[in-house]
């Protein structure tokens, strides 16, 4: 209590000093914060210019497939414009009616590596899968789509 009221009775000059730190203090604290989220920033830019993978395309549309044709393929083909080998970890699919294949060995620069699609159609309806290749050099997985519409066969009768 007598801290209280000492502190009520007391000139503000008493204060000053301490309100000065205080303001220094917050001062440097955002300055710091400043520094480190442009850090992160920069850091986060050249993660993203690191990656050299380049498709030719991320999307292919087979169009109108008939069901009774079966497996239908197509090939993701990239080039490695950077100067270091790509590894091609892992593709993973979204569903189990598309299977990958890759380029296993690591790929060196300015050397073109594929990622193969096999969709094998099992009911009449419009499809849209996804492939998701991860990668040696970035942190951020590719996603390729397949796409297209399973239709019955055209020249059939009723």
């Not at 009775?9 to 480190?36: C, D, E, G, H, Y």
């Not at 989220?37 to 292919?60: C, E, N, P, R, W």
């Not at 993701?76 to 890759?102: L, M, R, Y």
């Amino acid at each position: 209590m007598t801290l209280k009221i000492c502190r009520a009775l007391a000139p503000a000059s008493t204060f000053a000093p301490n309100l000065l730190k205080l303001k220094k203090m917050k001062k440097l604290i955002l300055f710091v914060s400043f520094l480190s989220a442009m850090g992160l920033t920069v850091f986060a830019q050249q993660q993203a210019q690191t990656s050299a993978i380049a498709f030719d395309k991320v999307v292919h549309d087979f169009g109108n497939i008939e069901l009774k044709a079966g497996a239908q393929s197509f090939t993701f083909e990239f080039t490695n414009s950077g100067k270091e080998p790509i590894i091609i970890q892992n593709v993973g699919t979204s569903c189990g009616c598309a299977t990958p294949g890759w380029t296993k060995k690591p790929v060196l620069p300015g050397v073109r590596g594929y990622v193969k699609a096999t969709f094998t159609p099992s009911a009449v309806t419009p499809f849209d899968k996804s492939l998701t290749v991860y990668i040696n050099d970035s942190p951020t997985p590719i996603t390729l789509r397949i796409k297209g519409t399973v239709v019955e066969s055209s020249g059939g009768g009723k």
